[in-house]
């Protein structure tokens, strides 16, 4: 997170509580907490939230889970795509263990068990750190719901070495207690400011509401409620001031602007880079293309790998308005004179430096013209025509596109939905989300959508690994595996 610098002792109490939460996966749990050692003043906690800002970002940055197994990547000339983009997952290959997931938890669950009981000299303070801690958790446990459906409910802070093995948990139940956190946070939260979009905001929180409202009345069936409960979450999003900037080219590439939600940071000399390294080319794969002034590249493959390229099936979306402004801002076709080479992504370009282009563009968790399409999908979910083309319209304006002239159907007005936000949010480690989402609503068939999936029967949704599952009785598989 932007100048974000996690102390010595704070991050051996969270390395201590980490491997604490890791025994939840384990049949004999051996951990120790030496939590007493460091909540001593209130100043404690600042610090200590912070430093758990570096578990959210790294899941923002998992477009492993967010994007690979969608329609919108293929291998580049260095390829980086995982058996999970082949759709070739089991126990044992491309499984999830969700080590890291529970330590985060774990990580708050302890924060908001010291903090409950301590006295602030400002509350206000005290209110904001508890209600960005239960952003945390429920951010956290939306990403497991998304990846792995069914997911222990962790709650309590481990201090002891009486660490409990626990179930997997209804996906229902989660939701639940991921909509009980996410409202106690946005009580809580003094005012609606962004003092830092690198953190929760009543902003953010109510824009993780919106999507968790979408997931819940779409995959689990929650029907109209939900859809009402994703707009009133929506609007308050509205009510904060941020508004689309004019120029689409600028969202991704201008940090903390003012469409920005919230955000990861990054910076160049981290140690580790954003996803959107994957995607810049090197100088020696397209040494020999006719534009190569046009196009962003790196001058080694350490710092632009060129694994990832644009599918066709994503070019396709803009087949039909060669003038929309988001091309050039989404990729740009290599030429070697007249023929048309790889088509690199241009989402991401990261900033040039003396030395070589990097990849630190910020992370986008939430924007507005996010929020926009998921009105528009939830006045679509609830038979409201007008009001869905309305948004829809919001941001196929900025793209300098002509409105929405299709049919006012529902089924129709979903998959105009769904493809606007293939060509507005691509690359922002959404679309296989969104993709099992609309599957389950109805609008697409993933299995014949998704180029990868065709003939198979993979669950969309990711099986345990095989570790996980030794170490703790209680646990199932997922269902498919």
Known sequence: MKKICIIPALLILMGAVSTSCNKLLEVKPKSQITDQVYFKSETDFEPYVVGTYTSIRAFANSILYGDERSEELINGTNSRLT????????????????????KAIGNVNLLLAKIEPFNFSNQAVKNKLKAEALCQRAYTYFFLVRVIGDTPLMLQAITTDDVPLLPRAKAADVMKQIFADLDMAISLFPDKNYANKYRFSYGA??????????WSAKVLAGGEQDFKDALTAAAAVESTGVSLLP???????????????????????????????????FLTAISNATNLDSIAYCLTSVNGQGGYQISKESRALFSGSPNDKRIPATFIIERQGSVQKSAWITKLPGNKYADDRVSD???????????????????????????????????RTRAGIENYAGAADKPTIERAIFDERGRELFFENKRWYDIVRFHFGGTVDAYNYVPNLKGKTTPLFWPLSTTVLAANSKLVQTQGY
């Open 361 to 395: 563009n910020d992370l986008i968790m939430w924007r507005l013209a996010d929020i926009y399409l998921i009105e528009a999908e939830a006045y679509a979910g609830l038979n409201n025509a007008d009001q869905a083309i309305s948004y829809l319209n919001k941001v």
């Open 205 to 214: 929180a109510q824009a993780l509401k919106a999507e968790a409202k979408l």
């Open 247 to 281: 120029n689409f080219k600028d969202v991704t590439t201008t940090r903390a602007n003012a469409e920005i939600i919230m955000a990861a940071y990054y910076n160049r000399d981290e140690t580790g880079a954003n996803y959107g390294v994957n995607a810049l080319p």
């Open 83 to 102: 058996t999970a983009w082949s759709q070739i997952l089991s126990p044992t290959v491309g499984a999830l263990n969700y080590n890291g997931q529970y």
